[in-house]
């Protein structure tokens, strides 16, 4: 089966721009996660999707981060404008639902550098 | 708040030694347990895992054990490859949402 693809690979904005990430999960999965992983640290979770609606995205930053998941498939993450604290690499994942013992399925995440 | 704790890296070992890499975890209730992996410029890929106490997750000669009494889940490897190489990360899920918690991550080198 496909991975979870996201979109770029790597980003590289200035201070106070915009940018955005896109996620596609494996088919037929209802739970998609974003996770901000800073160098030398585990991932931390941004936001919860379950199909199209937010279960949690009390680690948001929502003042400048959103996300959505229309249609219950693609999610986009947005961030404006950015810090340079938000210098991270930004993890998608999907799992088949969000049951214990779910394994969550990882795409290769997009880097980004803030300038 | 649910919590991982993780042995501190950098790890640096030889080809074929044993490698033990401890986690232990805080949480309310009874978590799942989990180990990935990440390879450089990769995304993190599932290793093992273990859903209930006891239990022993096994995956490419790596195994973990549910230890509830010492609230522990370390990782082991009886023989391990330059391949191995790379970032280990302890995770639980635990709560109504199922979320991951994650630790801060080993870095495993295996040199020839």
């Known amino acids: 089966e496909a991975g979870v693809a996201q979109s770029p690979r790597y980003k590289i904005i200035e201070k106070r721009q915009s940018v955005a990430f896109w996620c596609n999960p494996i088919?037929?999965?209802?739970?998609l996660y974003w996770y901000q992983q800073i160098l030398g640290q585990g991932p931390k979770l941004l936001i919860q999707f379950q199909n199209n609606g937010v279960v949690d995205d009390s680690q948001l930053p929502k003042d400048r981060f959103s996300a959505e998941r229309l249609k219950g498939v693609d999610s986009t993450l947005k961030i404006q404008p950015a810090k340079l604290e938000d210098s991270a690499v930004y993890l998608c994942a999907s799992s088949l639902t969000d049951r214990g013992g779910q394994p969550q399925h990882f795409g290769d995440g997009t880097r980004l550098s803030i300038l | 708040g649910d919590s991982v704790t993780q042995m501190e890296g950098p790890v640096t070992l030889s080809e074929e030694a044993f490698l033990t890499i401890n986690c232990t975890y805080t949480a309310t209730g009874y978590p799942s347990l989990f180990w990935y992996v990440q390879y450089p410029g990769e995304g993190l890929q599932l290793l093992l895992k273990a859903t209930k106490a006891d239990d022993k997750g096994s995956n490419k000669g790596f195994e973990a054990t549910y230890r509830k009494e010492t609230t522990s889940f370390h990782l082991e490897k009886g023989s391990v490859q330059v391949s191995d190489s790379a970032v280990y990360f302890c995770?639980?899920?635990?709560?109504?949402?199922?979320?991951?918690?994650f630790g801060s991550g080993t870095q495993l080198t295996v040199l020839p």
């Open positions: 995770a639980l899920s635990s709560g109504s949402a199922r979320q991951l918690t």
């Open positions: 088919s037929g999965h209802a739970t």
